[in-house]
């Protein structure tokens, strides 16, 4: 089968989104056998649309011990 564009206009043709992402990540071994780890996340996207636009801020911590 061939691509032969899309089956009819969308609404979202003219939609120009602009998209923003950061991470920041620590890592810390304070023993031989401990890590420790963390990290934050922001990602945020604009759009010329309504009802497109998005925020997500997000944060985690693990541990592992080896044995």
């Not at 401990?34 to 985690?60: E, H, I, W």
């Amino acid at each position: 089968r061939g691509f032969r564009g899309a089956v009819a206009a969308s609404p979202l043709d003219n939609r120009v989104d602009t998209q923003h992402s950061a991470t920041l990540t620590l890592e810390w071994q304070p023993l031989r056998d401990l890590a420790v780890n963390a990290s934050l996340q922001s990602d945020t996207r604009t759009s010329n649309l309504p009802g497109y636009d998005y925020a997500s801020k997000m944060a985690g911590v693990s541990a592992q011990f080896a044995f």
